[in-house]
């Protein structure tokens, strides 16, 4: 995983614009307790600090969440799946 304010810096300088992201709206989807960042030798406190969520650019997010799973409707096998899942969260 990049440095969690690499696309920040990346953006302001391709668009040339001093604002975070260069000004430009991003969506980013996923989630965030699957994949760290990893730190070679780090510990576990060093390496949740190097997440986008703990950088500064991203104190202007808007967070939404998604709250039903359109794909489990109407399979009942996906939904029983799907509600498993999430009790081990």
């Known amino acids: 995983m990049a440095h969690k304010e690499i696309m920040d ?3 302001i300088d391709l668009s040339k614009v001093d604002a975070p992201f260069g000004g430009k709206a991003l969506l980013l989807g ?3 307790r699957q994949t ?3 730190r070679k030798n780090g510990t576990r406190a060093q390496c949740l ?3 986008i969520k703990n ?3 991203c104190n202007n997010f ?3 969440s ?3 799973n359109m794909r489990v409707e109407t399979d009942l096998a996906e939904k029983v799946f799907g509600y498993l899942i999430e ?3």
């Open 9 to 11: 810096r990346l953006l």
């Open 30 to 32: 996923g989630d965030f």
């Open 36 to 38: 760290l960042p990893v």
């Open 49 to 51: 600090n190097l997440s």
């Open 55 to 57: 950088s500064g650019p």
């Open 62 to 64: 808007e967070t939404l």
């Open 66 to 68: 998604l709250t039903q």
């Open 87 to 89: 009790q081990k969260r």
